[in-house]
Nanobody, 125 residues
């Protein structure tokens, strides 16, 4: 049974940093496609970052240069290091996984079969 459990969310001032973690069980993270999504109040869930089995990554434009996705295969854990946080980064952040990445490392929500419960990130001024 696949399980994804996020942690590391919280409240931070603008310009600060947080690191999110996603502990995976029921499969080996290194042979899957994993990603972070986020959903702000009243908005659609959007893809933030994706990493494939050979550690190639892709980011949505709004977080490029500020966020870094990575995974620790030994710990079966996915991370999202978030630096220089902005007010508009406030959202619930979700970890997602599937058996393989879609062509072009697409960050479409429908490409992922497995989801965590989410962790809240709040950025204040």
């Amino acid at each position: 049974q696949v399980q994804l459990v996020e942690s590391g969310g919280g409240s931070v001032q603008a310009g600060g940093s947080l690191r999110l973690s996603c502990a995976a069980s029921g499969f080996t993270a290194s042979w899957t496609c994993m990603a972070w999504f986020r959903q702000a109040p009243g908005k659609e869930r959007e893809g933030v970052a994706i990493i494939n089995r050979i550690a190639i990554t892709r980011y949505t434009d709004s977080v490029k240069g500020r966020f870094t996705i990575s995974q620790d295969n030994a710990k079966n854990t996915l991370y999202l290091q978030m630096n220089s946080l902005k007010l508009e980064d406030t959202a619930i952040y979700y970890c997602a996984a599937d058996s393989a990445c879609a062509w072009g490392l697409s960050l479409l929500r429908g490409n992922f079969a497995y989801w965590g419960q989410g962790t809240q990130v709040t950025v204040s001024s």
